[in-house]
């Protein structure tokens, strides 16, 4: 199993132009989410997945959209990037469901820049 | 929804030490409580988690208490080593709900040899 994979690593961004942020995970969980984490601070939910065509909004949603077409995908677009979107992301995925919350297995996540 | 707070935000020990890190959260539906570990560059991966239906769990040299009352939970290293020297996070969720955790800011630690 690769786990929760994550593209690109790094990426330089212009103010306005918007990119897609890839995560995948082979390990058939139904929930998988998105993290950003600005230095030095902690990890904020941006959004989150339940399952395949459901999305929900995390803490920080503004400025970013979320799919959920397949189990395994859960892709991240940034549609006018901004300074204040400077950060590292991190997308995670765990069971979840009707069973007992498990552990949440992390990307490598994506260095994000935009100047 | 949730609120999970974290203290210190840094905390520095010696080496052979313990060291104890506090987390408190807002929703008393929470009943799932992880802690992650996040070394310098690299990935969160958990360490140790406990649920609700438990007031201690142990591995090793790391523990983790829960006081469903106050709403709080804390992580405790016994005899710190230089590798455990990381950001430890702290978070809280539901089981077999929306499941979507909520992680505290954070605390770095730093185990002087």
């Known amino acids: 199993n690769a786990g929760v994979t994550q593209t690109p690593k790094f990426r330089i961004l212009k103010i306005g132009q918007s990119m897609t942020l890839q995560c995948a995970q082979d390990?058939?969980?139904?929930?998988m989410y998105w993290y950003r984490q600005d230095p030095g601070m902690g990890l904020k939910l941006i959004y989150y997945?339940?399952?395949?065509?459901?999305?929900d909004k995390g803490e920080v949603p503004n400025g970013y959209n979320v799919s959920r077409s397949t189990t395994e995908d859960f892709p991240l677009r940034l549609e006018l990037a901004a300074p204040s979107q400077t950060s590292v992301y991190f997308c995670?995925?765990?069971?979840?469901?009707?069973?007992?919350?498990?552990?949440?297995?992390f990307g490598q996540g994506t260095r994000l820049t935009v100047v | 929804g949730e609120n999970v707070e974290q203290h210190p935000s840094t905390l520095s020990v010696q080496e052979g030490d313990s060291a104890v890190i506090k987390c408190t959260y807002s929703d008393s539906a929470s009943n799932y409580f992880p802690w992650y570990k996040q070394e310098l560059g690299k990935r969160p991966q958990l360490i140790i988690d406990?649920?609700?239906?438990?007031g201690e769990k142990k591995d090793q040299r790391i523990a983790v208490t829960l006081n469903k009352t106050a709403k709080h939970f804390s992580l405790h290293i016994t005899e710190t080593q230089p590798e455990d020297s990381a950001v430890y996070f702290c978070?809280?969720?539901?089981?077999?709900?929306?499941?979507?955790?909520?992680f505290g800011k954070g605390t770095k630690l730093s185990v002087k040899p």
């Open positions: 995670a995925s765990s069971y979840g469901g009707t069973r007992m919350n498990t552990e949440a297995f």
């Open positions: 390990m058939n969980h139904n929930y």
């Open positions: 406990i649920r609700s239906n438990v």
């Open positions: 978070a809280a969720g539901r089981e077999g709900s929306q499941g979507n955790l909520i």
């Open positions: 997945s339940v399952g395949a065509g459901i999305t």
